[in-house]
């Protein structure tokens, strides 16, 4: 098996529990504000906490898709890497947006936004 499928799957795993954490903490200011499902607004740290695992719920359904096929027809660790870096944007994303000014999570959405801009040329590129 090529070493970009290795790799890839190490970003999706990444991906996966990044996810997973944030839905986690998003859980976490459910119950510490008293927010009872299905409501989505309450306590301004709880919403930060959910905007945030969902707009990487919506993220994750682009990057991964890019990730595999960047990295099965394009190949080599470049897809990886900005992989890597989209993994590491949704937590400077998630820092950011934690913070009282929400724009601050405007320095994470960038950097995302570039990694799956970046993936897509590459799918691009390999499929042609």
């Given at each position: ?53 969902i707009n990487t719920v919506e993220n ?69």
């Amino acid at each position: 098996m090529p070493l970009a499928y290795y790799l890839a799957a190490v970003d999706t795993i990444l991906a996966c529990l990044l996810t997973l954490a944030l839905g986690g903490w998003s859980v976490y200011h459910r119950a510490k504000y008293k927010i009872e499902a299905p409501a989505i607004v309450g306590h301004p740290q709880f919403e930060r906490a959910h905007r945030t695992h969902i707009n990487t719920v919506e993220n994750l359904a682009v990057a991964i898709p890019l990730l595999w096929i960047a990295s099965a027809f394009y190949g080599g660790q470049l897809p990886f890497w900005l992989g890597l870096i989209w993994v590491v944007s949704r937590i400077i994303y998630a820092i950011g947006y934690a913070q009282a000014n929400t724009q601050m999570r405007g320095p994470g959405a960038g950097l995302g936004f570039l990694a799956l801009l970046g993936l897509l040329v590459l799918s691009v590129i390999g499929l042609t």
